[in-house]
């Protein structure tokens, strides 16, 4: 049985094969730790060698609490169906998968993920997440854990007053374990200088802030968002001070008089209000966002990106036929890459993905193209094809050569063309041939439509 043992600045790490030949991963590295509603402090060191072979308990959420499998059941046999998963506010892990021969001093690129879930559930190794093949690839990957909902996104007066400023905690967390990455991938054979950021849904909006938070610059090299980032709706962000009086009113509802009784409060108490206060919250929206705090997102996300204050590095952004109002989607992202192009800035690339995925008729929904750019289809129940696993290959090819280079094309694929000025097609990625061309809108409105009646149904 092979060794997989790392010596890290932190110290040694013992981790254990995955399903891919030829590929260690290390499971489960704490990377910080944080009371309740406090900032990450990093993990320096430890005594001994840490036993890194299985996962950390993820964030509590609301399957914590519930049968799952009565919720949204779609999600679940999807991508957690039978999988076993523990809960904790003791949450902050990360997850690193490399080449087994990998040494220091090799400067392999990184992919760093971040996994969505509306801010309020998920985790770094759902079935998807389990593995992704990049590594065969020559690209380490890595996944996170962070904090949810009421544990990740409170903002109170209190807590502004204590600390100088209130909100954001989870994507403090993902700051911490990109800059835990940073401080310990030379030791997998990573290149703390060649650092991808990607997410999809919340994940790929915390990318975006991570682009432009003053707090994150100068620490990655590229990053990919998938149905979640761009210029529009979901771009925006509250004050911290306009989000009090729903916090407000969840404390109201747990009774507790002062911080301290809050912070003492059972997890699941907390989350009982927190789930009170929803029902009660007539406004549309996320209850559970980054929010303006004068330090992590200093000001408006729309106002720092059209004075150039993102971070200048190459981007990938998309979304799927049948994502959550694809027709806005799509504009965002295409409107994210445009504005690139405009302020001089490296490439952006915009793709579409339509795959109508075999097993239903559910279509290419939020979230279906993660099979295919982790490369993990075999963990699926859904009677892929050889179709399915030659897209799969070639999406996997053309994030790897971005993470490497900054520039998905390669040889045997299709042209990928940046947007610019009077370039408007994206990739066309899924059901037909893979190639630059335009999206029809209006069947998009058509599918948004029909998924509204049917949600309301």
Not at 70 to 86: H, I, L, V
Not at 246 to 261: E, I, K, P, S
Not at 308 to 328: E, F, K, N, R
Request: aromatic share 12%; net charge negative.
């Amino acid at each position: 049985m092979a060794n997989y043992t790392v010596q890290t600045p932190c110290g040694a790490l013992q981790g254990a094969a995955c399903q891919w030949p030829g590929v260690a991963a290390y499971r489960g590295i704490r990377y910080a730790t944080a009371g309740r509603w406090e900032y990450p402090q990093p993990v320096t060191h430890w005594d001994g060698v840490y036993d890194a072979t299985a996962y950390g308990a993820c964030c509590y959420q609301t399957r914590a609490f519930s049968d799952e499998a009565k919720g949204n059941s779609f999600y679940y046999n999807e991508f957690r169906k039978g999988e076993q998963y523990t809960y904790s506010e003791d949450c902050l892990f990360l997850n690193v998968w490399t080449p087994e021969n990998a040494a220091p001093g090799d400067r392999l690129p990184v992919l760093f993920y971040i996994h969505g879930g509306a801010f309020m559930g998920g985790c770094g190794h759902e079935k998807h997440f389990d593995g992704p093949v990049w590594p065969t690839k020559g690209v380490i990957g890595v996944t996170i854990n962070y904090r949810l909902g009421p544990l990740g996104f409170a903002c109170l007066p209190e807590l502004a007053e204590e600390a100088g400023h209130t909100g954001n905690y989870g994507l403090y967390d993902q700051l911490a374990a990109l800059e835990w990455v940073r401080a310990n991938i030379e030791a997998f054979g990573g290149d703390p200088e060649k650092i991808t950021i990607m997410g999809q849904s919340a994940g790929a909006m915390s990318v975006q802030q991570l682009c432009l938070s003053p707090l994150a610059q100068g620490k990655f090299a590229g990053a990919v968002m998938s149905s979640g980032g761009g210029i529009g709706e979901f771009s925006r962000a509250p004050t911290a001070e306009n989000c009090y009086g729903f916090w407000q009113t969840v404390t109201r509802h747990t009774g507790c008089g002062d911080l301290a009784a809050l912070r003492a409060l059972p997890v699941e108490k907390l989350f009982g209000a927190f789930f009170e206060a929803m029902s009660g919250q007539r406004a549309q929206g996320l209850p559970a966002v980054p929010v303006i705090d004068g330090a992590f997102i200093p000001r408006a996300p729309a106002d720092t990106a059209a004075a150039g204050g993102q971070a200048h590095v190459p981007y990938l952004i998309g979304s799927t036929s049948h994502d959550m109002m694809p027709p806005m989607l799509l504009q965002m992202s295409r409107e994210w890459s445009l504005l690139q192009a405009r302020q001089g800035g490296p490439a952006a690339y915009t793709w579409h993905f339509d795959r109508m995925l075999p097993g239903d008729d559910a279509g290419a929904w939020h979230s279906s193209d993660l099979w295919y750019w982790f490369g993990t289809l075999d963990h699926c129940w859904r009677p892929f094809t050889e179709k399915d696993r030659a897209l799969s290959g070639q999406m996997v090819d053309y994030l790897t050569n971005f993470v490497k280079t900054g520039d998905p094309n390669g040889a045997g694929l299709p042209v990928w063309v940046p947007n610019a000025e009077g370039q408007n097609e994206v990739l066309r990625i899924g059901e037909g041939e893979t190639r630059m061309g335009d999206v029809d809108i209006a069947r998009l409105e058509e599918i948004m439509r029909t998924n509204k009646a049917e949600g309301e149904r």
